[in-house]
């Protein structure tokens, strides 16, 4: 493997580290201050200049990351608010957004995108007619029970790895679970996700799956650019045709932006696999998420330029822009029996180019 520059065999490093913790590994801790404070957190270092922290008790996302020193993962302006303060149903479904910080921040299980009320006739509870939801369903806001972390060797291969499960469930209602596995390579730059989501009740249960992925400056940057093979876009928000700002190439931030949203419709690769990149040639540095056609056969592009919240948001989804009713009405909406599950794979690479002279 690839440490600092330099190749090591499994001997070697054991030679020079008497603790494998010199050269990467994950660690858990516990954030303590602020509006973050009680969250526990899995720290990992590959050893290869990725640096990323999953969230146990926020559904076991990812906050912090960080490549060759470098940010990469969305900071705003919240923090990685602690979930217990968090208001469901606060500002008309729209309270998601004071804990909107991090790298990954999951949508779902039973709902994704703008808030909505819908049928609760599957649950047979009579008292509940319907179910209320808020932007981006409730999932992200969950503490995870944690399974297992640690440091795997096969051979010469080391795999640095998190489990754990998140449980959305009522009395009357929904019972999703939501099983997440995380691994990095010793000495590598990419991070695979694995999730996989089960109903585990007896009702028929709807389930919509987003993965809001938010780049952050440095890495996003005026002259940065999103790459991706778009076949289409199927929707735009109003702001982006009020304030035409290109959804490829990414400006300095901007006094008062509005946020503008794209569905694209993306052409996969012969495996099946879209690649959505978000490259700066300035600092030699780039990400690229590639997932799934079939996981997730729609894709979004959030822009949120405004100063002081400076983003780019690549979200896979599995459902239109829309929304749950929309879904419900035109025959889309994925319905889970008891035991049915779907899994998502997903990978995130971190790549080095030499920046321009």
Known sequence: MRINGRDYTRRQLAERAGDLAAVGGVRAVVLDDGTERGIRALEFRTGGGLRFEVLVDRAMDIGVVEFDDLTVGWRSSTGFR?????EHH???GLSWLRSLSGFIVTGGLDHTLFGDTVDAAD??????TSVRHGLHGRIANIPARLTGYGEQWTGERCVLWAEGEVRQAAVFGEHLVLRRRIEADL????IRLHDTVVNAGFERTPHMFLYHINVGWPLLDEGARVEADIE????????????GVSHE????????FVEQVYEHVLRPAEDGRNRVRVVNEALGRSLEVDFGQEEFPHFF????LRSGGYAVGLEPSTHAVAGDAAARRDGTMTWLE????RAYRTVFRFRRAQPPA
């Open 187 to 190: 000495g590598g730059t990419e």
């Open 82 to 86: 602690h979930p217990g303060l968090h």
């Open 301 to 304: 592009e959030w822009l949120n």
């Open 123 to 128: 649950y047979h509870y009579p008292p509940r």
């Open 338 to 341: 008891h035991g049915d599950e």
């Open 90 to 92: 606060d500002e008309s």
């Open 249 to 256: 190439m990414m400006p300095a931030p901007v006094p008062h």
């Open 232 to 243: 289409r876009t199927a929707w735009t928000s109003d702001s982006v045709r009020e304030q």
